[in-house]
């Protein structure tokens, strides 16, 4: 309802000027989430004296492409005054930031859009960043003569949502005075409820901050809530303020343009608004709640079947899972339980290592539905594991040259009746990727040829083509059926 009717509105809230509601209600839906989430209230827009604040940005690779940037910014400008004869191009080559090999893929190409060199760093066997890696990295970097800027953090990491020891990260950031981002796209929501903010501990060290409302708050897409300890860093990399842009609020409003890559923006405060209203903290947190319960559920009924080992701590919404096995192993089955069409799950690689991700999502989701997927994911195993065992039977009987009893072709045909019905979700996996691929087809001629589209040019090129056809055969003496 919130989008609808900021879409009906059509406001473009680029400054303070262009719609003062659109500005105003951010700022303070803003100062409202950071609340929420217990954020540091040298975050919060509101706090005296403070030189914080908040704004929403479309996703969380904004986020973190805007913070890089602001971090670059500030550093180069600090280094200018240290080596004022030293050009920025030759101080913008040395600047290295950091993530670690959890980090999301946006942290690799904010670096690429930046041009600034990037250190992907290991984790620990419970897939976190350690602050005793992270400070051998950059001592080893300073003696090459490289300077570090920009540490890049995870608290729900995509593969497995793991989280990195800030309460280290953060003392290292603050000794070696590097910008310490912190990505939550995900977890962050969680932090609404109390029992999950211990796993945000050293969050006080960070310099910004992000969360994605839209992933796991009810809120549509997009909406990326990010919070900066000093909005004066963030905005002197990103301001632009021609004249055309200027108004008589300039030096008292806040003009959100400044904040982002885009001047234009979109009413997305109010959606956020919408949602908090109607459901309240309290209902937020039973909502946050009841998934991390059925997570939990779905963990347990995991762990009680020998076939499969869970890859990850089940702290929030996300299983991560796997049959025993050879990764080609899971691959298959995972495909298989896609190409049903009765579950989709996506996978992700944990020390090298083919794992299935499940998580809760659905708003309504409840026991019966992670009993259904359980059925759905046991049954489904059972077939692979009889089919790939069939099939390596037969190939150990073909190299040992064994002939083929009459039991054993009874069996055979036993267990080609189940091949069958599992080659069947294979066909209708092509299947889909075939109809996918012809659609695609259609689409890129649809769009550059307007024959495909336009009945009108259609009958027209044919009337066209059927006139050439019979002046060509008067001509030839070879007459056209019609």
Known sequence: MGDMLSDAIGCVGFSWAASPACTELETIVLDWLGRMIALPKEFLPFTEGAKGGGVIQGSASECILVSMLAARQH???????????????????????????EAHSSVEKAAMIAFVKIRILETDDKYALRGTKLAKAIQEDRNMGLIPFYVSTTLGT?????????????????????????????????????????????????????????????????????????????????????????????????????????????????????????????????????????????????????????MNQVTLGLVCFRLHGSNALNEKFLSSLNASGKLHMVPASLSERYVIRFCVCSQTASDQDIEEAWAIIRDMASDVIQLLAKEASQSHGLTNGKSVTSEEQEQDELEREA???????????????MSISQKRSFFVRMVSDPKCYNPKIVRTMSMTSRRNLSDSDRDTGVQTPI
């Open 158 to 310: 995509t593969s497995c949502c793991s989280f990195d020891a800030l309460s280290e990260v953060g003392p290292v950031c603050k000794e070696e005075n590097v910008w310490l981002h912190v990505d939550a796209a995900y977890a962050g929501s969680a932090f609404i409820c109390p029992q999950f903010r211990y796993l945000m501990k050293g969050v006080e060290f960070a310099m910004s901050f992000n969360t994605n409302p839209n992933k796991w708050m009810l809120v549509n897409f997009d909406c990326s809530a990010m919070w900066v300890r000093d909005k004066y860093k963030l905005t002197e990399a990103l301001i632009v303020d021609p004249l055309y842009l200027k108004h008589s609020h300039s030096d008292k409003a806040i003009d959100y343009r400044h904040w982002g890559i885009p001047l234009s923006r979109r009413f997305r405060s109010l959606k956020l608004w919408f949602v908090i209203r109607s459901y309240g903290v309290e209902g937020l947190r039973r909502y946050i709640l009841e998934h991390c319960r059925l997570a939990k559920k779905m963990e347990m009924l995991i762990r009680e079947d020998s076939r499969f080992e869970i």
């Open 419 to 433: 091949q069958e019905t599992l080659d069947e979700v294979f066909v209708v996996d092509r299947r889909n990727r």
């Open 75 to 101: 550093t180069i400008r600090e280094l200018k005054k240290q080596h004022p004869f030293v050009e920025e191009g030759v101080l913008l080559s040395k600047l290295m930031a950091y993530c670690s090999k």
